[in-house]
């Protein structure tokens, strides 16, 4: 079975530099990865996903990922924090069964200090 | 943009008591979830819904728990009778059907989620 690991359950950043959010993943067949965003009291937002194309996976809000096969991670990273970007950060696996369900890290809390 | 929406957002329940969260999924998504986060804990698959039956549920969605699709526009998670360890965030999410059924890059686009609380 697939599964996520978020290898950090809170990271703190001054504003204006870089954010790394580390996941790993467990997949025995090339795997569909997500991260998602949940600011307070919203909904999961999608930020990027990897879907056996191009590596570097760019989302939005100037966020990319990195697929690396030979160490199973998909980290999440920035180059200059925004407040803004203060929220909750989801790694989470496709499923290749047919219900197509979505397996979720744990979380990683991102805090930005001024 | 078109949205999932969830009504309520919060919702607060006597133990035994049923309960029905509300989801309107996007317009021409086919494919509908529900998940739900315990606090503190992950974020856990419950039940995917395609063609007016369930496709799959996890081991959590036993016998209280069912779905609906009552009309064309709203999907319904029902829990009979509610138990303390009910109490959680309840996501609601779908997913078109572009690029075909096994195709992996469909994306699941959520709701923001109704928080049950079970007294």
């Known amino acids: ?114 | 943009e078109p949205e999932v929406t969830q009504t309520p957002s919060h919702q607060v329940t006597q133990m035994g008591q049923e309960v029905i969260l509300r989801c309107v999924p996007i317009s021409n998504h086919l494919y509908f979830y529900w998940y739900r986060q315990i606090l503190g804990q992950k974020v856990e698959f419950l039940v995917s819904f395609y063609n007016n039956e369930i496709s799959e549920k996890s081991e959590i969605f036993d016998d209280q728990f069912s779905v609906e699709r009552p009309d064309g526009s709203n999907f319904t998670l029902k829990i009979r009778s509610t138990k303390l360890e009910d109490s959680a965030m309840y996501f609601c999410a779908s997913r078109s059907l572009a690029g075909g059924i096994r195709l992996s890059t469909d994306t699941q686009y959520f709701g923001p989620g109704t928080r049950l609380t079970v007294l």
């Open chain 1, 1 to 114: 079975a697939q599964s996520v690991t978020q290898l950090d359950s809170h990271v703190s950043v001054s504003e204006g530099t870089p954010v790394l959010l580390r996941c790993n993943y467990s997949s025995s067949y090339s795997p569909s990865l997500f991260w998602y965003v949940q600011h307070p009291n919203k909904g999961l937002q999608l930020l990027l996903k990897y879907t056996s194309a191009a590596t570097l996976v760019k989302g939005i809000n100037g966020f990319e990922a990195e697929f690396k096969k030979s160490e199973t991670s998909f980290h999440l990273t920035k180059p200059s924090a925004h407040m803004s970007d203060a929220a909750e950060y989801f790694c989470v696996v496709l499923g290749d069964t047919g219900r197509r369900a979505l397996t979720f890290g744990s979380g990683t809390r991102l805090q930005v200090q001024p």
